[in-house]
Protein backbone atom coordinates (compact mmCIF):
# COMPACT_ATOMS: atom_id res chain seq x y z
CA UNK A 1 0.00 0.00 0.00
CA UNK A 2 1.44 3.56 -1.13
CA UNK A 3 2.09 6.10 1.24
CA UNK A 4 -0.08 8.38 -1.05
CA UNK A 5 -3.31 7.53 -2.35
CA UNK A 6 -4.23 8.22 -5.96
CA UNK A 7 -7.02 7.02 -8.22
CA UNK A 8 -6.40 3.99 -9.93
CA UNK A 9 -7.41 5.86 -13.41
CA UNK A 10 -8.59 8.93 -15.00
CA UNK A 11 -9.13 9.88 -18.68
CA UNK A 12 -10.58 12.74 -21.28
CA UNK A 13 -11.06 13.21 -24.44
CA UNK A 14 -8.46 15.14 -26.87
CA UNK A 15 -8.86 18.89 -25.64
CA UNK A 16 -9.93 18.27 -22.80
CA UNK A 17 -8.46 18.59 -18.99
CA UNK A 18 -8.65 16.27 -16.55
CA UNK A 19 -7.20 16.61 -12.85
CA UNK A 20 -5.61 14.00 -11.28
CA UNK A 21 -5.42 13.62 -7.12
CA UNK A 22 -2.53 13.05 -4.52
CA UNK A 23 -3.70 12.57 -1.00
CA UNK A 24 -1.32 12.48 2.02
CA UNK A 25 -0.92 14.04 5.57
CA UNK A 26 0.20 16.51 7.27
CA UNK A 27 3.48 14.82 7.67
CA UNK A 28 4.17 14.88 3.92
CA UNK A 29 2.24 16.55 1.48
CA UNK A 30 0.52 18.75 3.94
CA UNK A 31 3.71 19.47 5.86
CA UNK A 32 5.68 20.53 2.96
CA UNK A 33 5.91 21.77 -0.45
CA UNK A 34 7.98 19.23 -2.04
CA UNK A 35 5.65 17.51 -4.39
CA UNK A 36 7.06 16.43 -7.44
CA UNK A 37 4.96 14.83 -10.31
CA UNK A 38 6.35 12.33 -12.96
CA UNK A 39 5.51 10.94 -15.68
CA UNK A 40 5.92 7.42 -17.25
CA UNK A 41 5.07 5.68 -20.63
CA UNK A 42 5.56 1.54 -20.67
CA UNK A 43 8.63 0.54 -20.48
CA UNK A 44 10.56 3.72 -20.07
CA UNK A 45 11.95 5.90 -17.39
CA UNK A 46 9.67 7.99 -15.25
CA UNK A 47 9.88 11.57 -16.42
CA UNK A 48 9.37 14.88 -13.99
CA UNK A 49 7.04 16.99 -15.03
CA UNK A 50 6.45 19.31 -11.99
CA UNK A 51 8.57 19.80 -8.72
CA UNK A 52 7.85 22.04 -5.37
CA UNK A 53 4.25 21.98 -6.09
CA UNK A 54 3.56 23.72 -9.02
CA UNK A 55 6.84 24.22 -11.25
CA UNK A 56 7.42 22.88 -14.23
CA UNK A 57 10.99 22.31 -15.36
CA UNK A 58 12.36 23.84 -18.84
CA UNK A 59 10.74 21.61 -21.75
CA UNK A 60 7.40 20.49 -20.00
CA UNK A 61 4.67 22.35 -21.98
CA UNK A 62 2.35 24.53 -19.90
CA UNK A 63 -0.65 22.48 -20.05
CA UNK A 64 0.73 20.59 -17.18
CA UNK A 65 -0.04 22.57 -14.40
CA UNK A 66 0.32 21.73 -10.17
CA UNK A 67 -1.53 22.94 -7.46
CA UNK A 68 -2.18 21.62 -3.28
CA UNK A 69 -4.65 22.38 -0.46
CA UNK A 70 -4.47 21.48 2.28
CA UNK A 71 -2.86 17.52 2.55
CA UNK A 72 -4.12 16.82 -1.49
CA UNK A 73 -2.10 18.12 -4.06
CA UNK A 74 -3.13 17.48 -7.77
CA UNK A 75 -1.48 18.00 -11.45
CA UNK A 76 -4.20 18.78 -14.16
CA UNK A 77 -3.46 18.18 -18.33
CA UNK A 78 -5.01 21.00 -20.13
CA UNK A 79 -5.77 20.76 -23.55
CA UNK A 80 -5.18 16.79 -24.19
CA UNK A 81 -2.93 15.12 -26.63
CA UNK A 82 -3.10 11.34 -27.51
CA UNK A 83 0.78 11.37 -26.25
CA UNK A 84 -0.17 12.20 -23.00
CA UNK A 85 -1.27 8.74 -22.19
CA UNK A 86 0.65 7.49 -19.19
CA UNK A 87 0.96 6.54 -15.93
CA UNK A 88 1.45 9.51 -13.63
CA UNK A 89 2.83 9.57 -9.96
CA UNK A 90 3.32 11.62 -7.73
CA UNK A 91 6.17 11.88 -4.72
CA UNK A 92 6.56 13.71 -1.97
CA UNK A 93 9.29 14.59 1.02
CA UNK A 94 8.03 12.88 4.09
CA UNK A 95 9.60 13.78 7.54
CA UNK A 96 13.08 15.09 8.89
CA UNK A 97 13.39 12.89 11.74
CA UNK A 98 13.55 9.79 9.82
CA UNK A 99 13.59 11.17 6.27
CA UNK A 100 12.25 9.41 3.16
CA UNK A 101 10.35 10.23 -0.32
CA UNK A 102 7.03 8.79 -0.87
CA UNK A 103 5.06 7.87 -3.59
CA UNK A 104 1.27 7.59 -4.99
CA UNK A 105 0.12 4.08 -6.11
CA UNK A 106 0.17 5.84 -9.75
CA UNK A 107 -2.76 6.81 -12.15
CA UNK A 108 -3.01 5.42 -15.86
CA UNK A 109 -4.23 8.51 -18.04
CA UNK A 110 -6.29 7.50 -21.09
CA UNK A 111 -6.95 9.83 -23.48
CA UNK A 112 -10.09 8.45 -25.02
CA UNK B 1 24.14 15.44 -21.83
CA UNK B 2 22.81 13.53 -18.31
CA UNK B 3 23.31 9.83 -18.40
CA UNK B 4 23.05 7.19 -15.57
CA UNK B 5 23.55 3.92 -16.64
CA UNK B 6 22.62 1.19 -13.99
CA UNK B 7 23.87 -2.28 -13.89
CA UNK B 8 24.46 -5.89 -11.68
CA UNK B 9 20.76 -6.81 -11.67
CA UNK B 10 20.65 -10.59 -11.91
CA UNK B 11 18.43 -13.79 -10.39
CA UNK B 12 19.13 -14.75 -7.07
CA UNK B 13 17.94 -16.67 -4.48
CA UNK B 14 15.91 -15.45 -1.59
CA UNK B 15 18.57 -14.68 1.37
CA UNK B 16 21.12 -14.05 -1.15
CA UNK B 17 23.48 -10.93 -1.80
CA UNK B 18 23.87 -8.20 -4.91
CA UNK B 19 25.98 -5.15 -5.65
CA UNK B 20 24.01 -2.93 -8.16
CA UNK B 21 26.24 -0.19 -9.40
CA UNK B 22 25.09 3.24 -11.37
CA UNK B 23 27.58 5.16 -13.70
CA UNK B 24 27.20 8.83 -14.13
CA UNK B 25 27.97 10.93 -16.85
CA UNK B 26 27.28 14.44 -18.47
CA UNK B 27 27.01 16.44 -14.88
CA UNK B 28 29.68 16.97 -12.05
CA UNK B 29 28.96 13.66 -9.72
CA UNK B 30 30.19 15.47 -6.47
CA UNK B 31 27.40 18.14 -6.32
CA UNK B 32 24.38 16.22 -6.26
CA UNK B 33 22.49 13.93 -3.92
CA UNK B 34 21.53 10.60 -5.60
CA UNK B 35 18.96 8.24 -5.11
CA UNK B 36 18.13 4.81 -5.75
CA UNK B 37 14.22 3.95 -6.42
CA UNK B 38 12.72 0.49 -7.75
CA UNK B 39 9.63 -0.37 -9.71
CA UNK B 40 8.09 -4.06 -8.65
CA UNK B 41 6.77 -5.53 -11.86
CA UNK B 42 3.80 -4.01 -12.81
CA UNK B 43 3.42 -2.11 -9.77
CA UNK B 44 4.05 1.39 -8.62
CA UNK B 45 7.21 3.18 -7.62
CA UNK B 46 9.00 2.82 -4.41
CA UNK B 47 11.87 5.33 -3.29
CA UNK B 48 14.62 3.32 -1.39
CA UNK B 49 17.65 5.42 -0.51
CA UNK B 50 19.26 8.72 -0.79
CA UNK B 51 23.10 9.15 -0.59
CA UNK B 52 24.25 13.24 -0.04
CA UNK B 53 26.70 14.49 -2.05
CA UNK B 54 29.83 13.22 0.03
CA UNK B 55 28.31 10.07 0.99
CA UNK B 56 27.96 11.63 4.69
CA UNK B 57 24.56 11.57 5.18
CA UNK B 58 22.51 8.25 3.78
CA UNK B 59 18.48 7.92 4.55
CA UNK B 60 16.44 4.38 3.42
CA UNK B 61 12.74 3.12 3.39
CA UNK B 62 11.53 1.62 6.07
CA UNK B 63 11.53 -1.90 4.15
CA UNK B 64 15.22 -2.16 2.82
CA UNK B 65 16.57 -0.38 6.08
CA UNK B 66 19.37 -2.71 7.69
CA UNK B 67 19.12 -5.12 4.45
CA UNK B 68 20.68 -2.27 2.00
CA UNK B 69 23.93 0.37 2.30
CA UNK B 70 23.84 2.78 -0.41
CA UNK B 71 27.65 4.36 -1.02
CA UNK B 72 29.50 6.14 -3.84
CA UNK B 73 32.71 6.68 -5.12
CA UNK B 74 33.45 10.38 -6.79
CA UNK B 75 36.16 9.65 -7.81
CA UNK B 76 34.34 7.18 -10.50
CA UNK B 77 31.29 9.14 -10.34
CA UNK B 78 29.53 6.03 -8.98
CA UNK B 79 26.56 5.01 -7.03
CA UNK B 80 26.08 1.65 -5.53
CA UNK B 81 23.47 -0.15 -3.41
CA UNK B 82 24.28 -3.29 -1.41
CA UNK B 83 21.79 -5.25 -0.98
CA UNK B 84 21.82 -8.30 1.65
CA UNK B 85 19.54 -10.37 2.56
CA UNK B 86 16.74 -10.40 -0.41
CA UNK B 87 13.52 -11.45 -0.30
CA UNK B 88 11.15 -12.14 -3.27
CA UNK B 89 8.98 -8.60 -2.43
CA UNK B 90 12.96 -7.18 -3.50
CA UNK B 91 12.42 -8.06 -6.79
CA UNK B 92 11.74 -4.92 -9.27
CA UNK B 93 13.47 -2.39 -11.58
CA UNK B 94 15.64 -0.51 -9.72
CA UNK B 95 16.43 2.72 -11.38
CA UNK B 96 19.25 5.34 -9.93
CA UNK B 97 18.40 8.94 -9.94
CA UNK B 98 19.45 12.67 -10.07
CA UNK B 99 18.59 15.24 -7.30
CA UNK B 100 18.91 19.19 -7.37
CA UNK B 101 18.64 20.84 -10.77
CA UNK B 102 15.52 21.83 -9.43
CA UNK B 103 15.54 21.53 -5.90
CA UNK B 104 16.31 18.60 -2.66
CA UNK B 105 13.95 15.39 -2.89
CA UNK B 106 13.24 16.31 -6.83
CA UNK B 107 14.24 13.13 -9.34
CA UNK B 108 15.38 15.33 -12.41
CA UNK B 109 17.43 12.74 -14.43
CA UNK B 110 16.53 8.90 -14.59
CA UNK B 111 18.28 6.00 -15.72
CA UNK B 112 16.69 2.89 -17.70
CA UNK B 113 16.81 0.88 -14.68
CA UNK B 114 18.38 -2.54 -13.76
CA UNK B 115 16.30 -5.96 -12.67
CA UNK B 116 16.83 -7.69 -10.08
CA UNK B 117 14.80 -11.19 -9.45
CA UNK B 118 14.80 -12.70 -6.16
CA UNK B 119 13.29 -16.39 -6.56
CA UNK B 120 14.33 -19.89 -6.00
Known amino acids: QSALTQPPSASGSPGQSVTISCTGTSSDVGGYNYVSWYQQHPGKAPKLMIYEVSKRPSG ?41 VVFGGGTKLTVL | EVQLVESGGVVVQPGGSL ?40 YY ?17 SLYLQMNSLR ?18 VFDYWG ?7 SS
Open chain 2, 61 to 77: ADSVKGRFTISRDNSKN
Open chain 2, 112 to 118: QGTLVTV
Open chain 2, 19 to 58: RLSCAASGFTFDDYTMHWVRQAPGKGLEWVSLISWDGGST
Open chain 1, 60 to 100: VPDRFSGSKSGNTASLTVSGLQAEDEADYYCSSYAGSNNLR
Open chain 2, 88 to 105: TEDTALYYCAKDGDYGDY
